[in-house]
C-alpha cells in the first residue's frame, strides 16, 4: 500500500506560480510511475503531467505543456508540480496519483493505482 499527500496548493493570481509536492510512503517509490490529475466539480478527473519511474520520461496536457514542468526527487519520495503563467482555468483539486505498471495508457485515470486525496489550487483573474 503506498499513501500519497499532496501539499502546496492555495489561492494565487493570474500569471503567478506555484509548486506543487507529493510525498509517497513507504520503499517503492523509485518503481511507481506517478501523475498528476486535476479536478473541477461535476467533471471527470483531467489528465495534466506523468513521469516515469527513472524520470526520463513525461508526458503533458496540451493545455499545461510549456507552462507546467514534473519532477521527481525518488531518494526523497517525492514528485513535483511546478505550475507557472498560471490561469484561472487551471483551477482544480489537483491530485497526485502512483502507477505500479509500466504498461497502459498514462494518461487515465483508470490506469492508477493510488491516489492523494488532492489539493485546492485557485487561480483568480
Known amino acids: 500500500q503506498v499513501q500519497l499527500v499532496e501539499s502546496g496548493g492555495g489561492l494565487v493570481q493570474a500569471g503567478d506560480s506555484l509548486r506543487l509536492s507529493c510525498a509517497a510512503s513507504g520503499n517503492t517509490f523509485s518503481t511507481l510511475g506517478m501523475g498528476w490529475f486535476r479536478q473541477t466539480p461535476g467533471k471527470e478527473r483531467e489528465f495534466v503531467v506523468s513521469?516515469?519511474?527513472?524520470?526520463?520520461?513525461?508526458a503533458y496536457a496540451d493545455s499545461v505543456k510549456g507552462r507546467f514542468t514534473i519532477s521527481r526527487d525518488n531518494p526523497k519520495n517525492t514528485v513535483s508540480l511546478f505550475m507557472a503563467a498560471l490561469k484561472p482555468e487551471d483551477t482544480a483539486v489537483y491530485l497526485c496519483?502512483?502507477?505500479?505498471?509500466?504498461?497502459?495508457?498514462?494518461?487515465?485515470?483508470?490506469?492508477?493505482?493510488?491516489w492523494g486525496q488532492g489539493i485546492q489550487v485557485t487561480v483568480s483573474s
Open positions: 513521469i516515469n519511474r527513472h524520470g526520463g520520461a513525461t
Open positions: 496519483a502512483a502507477k505500479l505498471s509500466s504498461g497502459g495508457y498514462w494518461t487515465r485515470a483508470t490506469s492508477y493505482d493510488y
